[in-house]
């Protein structure tokens, strides 16, 4: 058992939210001692993270060493509608992740394979029985549900395959939804990171959280071999569900969710995009916002990452409204027809959609004219409570 050192700034959880932080510390204020601890044996497990490159500002040189592949372009494709789109992609993997992060800090301070018995504002318990004293605590270990919160799911199988001769795709296809429409919204995700290297992943935007691991490999088997590719290998396999937020009540949240005198980071402070459970651009700015903080105490970093989520909630209302269009104006077969619309918008507004920074004008634009739902049903969804979503609170 290695001894557990004390330290300044102890994060917990080595994800993308946690390593971003310690990123930000190393980087901006290298006398701060930054502690992570990861219960998994790597940084950021089995995983990419994937942004447009307009989603970024202040802090785009902590993302750069992070990338493992970008791209000049993308493309949707939908049964009725398909386009080539030229903002610029970036892939960001766990292994690129784990490696910079290690040499940011000092070795001693990455502490991997390290469950977490309990933390507070100045302590970290591991489950071996060592404590990491600490000036202040970071939660930033995600979260599987959202107490208080109601919605749907985002759920996805991803695969990096390797395939025998080259699968010919030039740049990304973020959203292919043409495939087969069960169990909501469903489209196939690509990302070709070498000429014979494509990460496939199949996703949905469902009412339940149940992921049909089987099920989803079967129809990746079927898209690729539909694409004329022989796979040789499967190098490996990712699974998430990740709760999209339509409605919620943020303090009860809050309180649920977290240790009294912790700061909070990632999901643990939903700093997610309310419809598409995207969290890069959040997660660097909150990280920038800590690195610029003179008081790095555990009331002032609790006060700062409440202060960021609660901005951030309300900034996301128009967001988490056209969650409650989604999933309560059409029927899940039908929900393809929405995202159909909204690729034929300008690119600009695509832009800043996505990185969650909609003008009034793009929020007039994506509710005018008919929608591709009855006009009746939309109407009381964007007005509605959303009391027919879905409770995104699951079991321990």
Same mark, same amino acid.
């Given at each position: ?12 959880? @080595? ?9 930000? /510390?190393? *980087? ?6 930054? *502690? ?20 970024? @500002? ?34 960001? +993997? ?48 995600? #979260? ?24 010919? %795709? ?7 939804? +043409? ?48 694409? @004329? ?32 005198? +912790? ?11 309310? %419809? +598409? ?19 790095? *105490? ?27 269009? /989604? ?30 920074? *909609? ?22 969804? /964007? ?8 409770? #995104?609170?699951?079991?321990?």
């Amino acid at each position: 058992m290695m001894p557990a050192p004390s330290t300044d700034i102890a994060i917990v959880g @080595g994800g993308l939210a946690g390593s971003l932080v310690a990123l930000a /510390l190393a *980087s901006r204020r290298p006398e701060v001692r930054v *502690s992570l601890i990861e219960q998994g044996a790597r940084l950021g497990g089995e995983h990419i993270w994937s942004f447009f490159e307009s989603d970024v @500002g202040e802090g785009a040189e902590l993302l750069e060493p992070l990338v493992a592949a970008r791209w000049d372009g993308y493309e949707v494709h939908f049964p009725a509608h398909r386009r080539q789109l030229g903002t610029c992609y970036r892939s960001i +993997t766990s292994g690129r992740l784990d490696e910079v992060v290690r040499r940011a800090l000092p070795q001693d301070r990455v502490l991997t394979g390290r469950k977490v018995a309990s933390l507070g504002p100045n302590a970290v318990t591991l489950e071996d029985g060592s404590v990491i004293e600490a000036g202040a605590v970071i939660d930033a270990r995600g #979260l599987h549900g959202m107490p208080h919160m109601r919605g749907g799911w985002q759920k996805f199988l991803g695969r990096m395959l390797t395939t025998a001769t080259p699968h010919g %795709l030039a740049r990304p296809i973020v959203m292919d939804a +043409t495939v087969r429409q069960v169990d909501g919204y469903r489209f196939v995700y690509a990302l070709p990171f070498s000429p014979t290297q494509v990460f496939l992943e199949d996703t949905y935007y469902s009412d339940t959280p149940g992921l049909d691991v089987p099920a989803l490999r079967d129809r990746l088997d079927a898209y690729a071999a539909a694409q @004329g590719w022989h796979v040789a290998r499967v190098d490996y396999e990712e699974t998430g569900v990740l709760p999209v937020i339509g409605k919620g009540d943020f303090a009860r949240f809050w309180a649920a969710t977290g240790e009294n005198g +912790t700061g909070r980071a990632g999901a643990r402070a939903a700093l997610v995009h309310p %419809l +598409t459970s995207y969290s890069l651009p959040f997660a660097l700015q909150l990280a920038i916002g800590i690195s610029a903080l003179d008081n790095l *105490s555990p009331q002032s970093l609790g006060e700062c990452c409440h202060a960021w989520a609660l901005q951030h909630w309300r900034q996301g209302r128009f967001y988490r409204m056209l969650t409650r269009m /989604l999933f309560e104006a059409s029927s899940p077969a039908r929900r393809y027809t929405i995202l159909e619309r909204f690729y034929r918008l300008p690119e600009p507004l695509i832009e800043r959609f996505y990185a969650g920074r *909609s003008t009034r004008a793009d929020m007039m634009r994506i509710l005018c004219g008919k929608p591709p739902v009855p006009l009746g049903r939309a109407i009381s969804s /964007l007005l509605g409570s959303g009391s027919g979503l879905a409770s #995104l609170e699951l079991p321990r």
